[in-house]
């Protein structure tokens, strides 16, 4: 199955910042729940004629899916997930040497909001730095733009933490040349 994408100019509403600045805010980050509930909410703030709808689908071999996207995320999706195929060993690395770190200094399963004022200095350093990191690997240009959304360093980096692992998944089949990008 390959995956297609019609890249389309849509005229849509401009997307709510505050919501946007609520569902950074919303979750603790303390479970897998954090996540998903996060991008269901990042899916509601952006208006319905911004959203990728199916132009086509053809199930004979090879087959494919036709998407219309918007431009700007089509793009930048694209543009993540290259970075993420291109960085590969590198970013698996990263985001294990992150992951166990922050296992180690038990950081994984606690509430972002109340642990933030408990982080010492050390701590936040290392935060920071892997956020740092893991921004340059996947080629994201916008941190400051994030780090304003997120409450804290801590929820930013977890927050990029799932989105590794989704971008992990799209990476996989285009490896396989399953999609086109």
Known sequence: MRFFATLEYRNHAAIDIERLHRAYALYPWAGG????????????????????????????????IDLALWIAAAVSTRRLVLSFVKSGEDLNRLYSDIYRGMIERTLMRVDVREREMELTARELACIHQATSDLA???ELPRIPELRSLAPNDLALLKIMLSLYRRVRKIAKYVRKGMINL
């Open 33 to 64: 729940y954090s996540a998903v509930n996060f991008y269901n909410e990042l899916e509601r703030i952006i208006p319905r004629s911004g959203r990728p709808t199916v132009k086509a689908i053809v199930y004979s071999s090879p087959g494919y």
């Open 136 to 138: 340059q690997l996947l």
